[in-house]
């Protein structure tokens, strides 16, 4: 099976040729396909109310930075948010996946009339899906200012945490025309993103204290 390696504008542009509007991305490299460098948690509302998203996403920053790891924040350019940490690789996927789906269970934990981990949308009863299945081989995500195929050619736009205050925030909020008046007066929040990579193994212990408790 051969897979797009795209590494410079040029096929990016060929991508978009080919109707590639959403070039989603693997959560690891070529030269170590088996072990990611992020690991995400995609936040999906059952209802319109976003605020229970917001508030997921604080929920996973705080048990998160008790391990401490870092914590990043973006729109999906969609419905929901996307929480990432960057990592070192040297945690295989079912690793990385196992350690995010006890973080999402710890927060459902925390409010489980709000949030869920349930798969199937018809047992989900309103509540914030927090999706930890895309940290697995070939899984795929839609990366940082990539655009979204939906009405006004909305983007994903990384997000300072502090705009999580906003009560006019909103998943689709900057498109395609709007985007490049943010990155002129705001600075990019994921700068330090791959700076700020840690190993999962360190906090393993930690982990296993806080979900046994």
């Known amino acids: 099976m051969r897979h797009v390696l795209c590494e410079d504008e040029a096929t990016l542009a060929y991508l978009a040729n080919q109707a590639c509007i959403t070039p989603h991305i693997w959560l690891s490299r070529t030269d170590a396909?088996?072990?990611?460098?992020?690991?995400?948690?995609?936040?999906?509302?059952?209802?319109?109310?976003?605020?229970?998203?917001?508030?997921?996403?604080?929920?996973?920053?705080?048990?998160?930075?008790?391990?401490?790891?870092?914590?990043?924040?973006?729109?999906?350019?969609?419905?929901?948010?996307?929480?990432?940490?960057?990592?070192?690789?040297?945690?295989?996927?079912?690793?990385?996946?196992?350690?995010?789906?006890?973080i999402a269970e710890i927060a459902v934990e925390e409010d489980p009339k709000h949030r869920t981990v349930e798969v199937r949308k018809n047992e989900r009863r309103g509540r914030v899906y927090i999706d930890t299945n895309r940290n697995a081989y070939a899984q795929t995500v839609a990366p940082a200012y990539a655009v979204r195929p939906r009405p006004g050619a909305t983007v994903s736009i990384p997000l300072d945490w502090h705009e999580l205050q906003k009560n006019d925030l909103r998943p689709d909020g900057v498109t395609i025309r709007t985007v490049f008046a943010r990155l002129e007066k705001t600075e990019d929040p994921w700068k330090d993103f791959w700076r700020k990579a840690v190993s999962l193994k360190k906090t393993h212990s930690r982990l296993e204290e806080r979900y046994a408790a």
């Open 33 to 102: 396909l088996d072990f990611p460098d992020q690991m995400v948690f995609d936040l999906d509302p059952s209802s319109e109310d976003f605020g229970q998203v917001k508030a997921t996403a604080q929920a996973l920053r705080k048990i998160l930075e008790q391990m401490p790891l870092p914590v990043y924040l973006k729109t999906s350019g969609s419905r929901g948010l996307h929480v990432v940490v960057p990592l070192r690789r040297d945690a295989d996927f079912d690793s990385v996946r196992a350690f995010a789906r006890q």
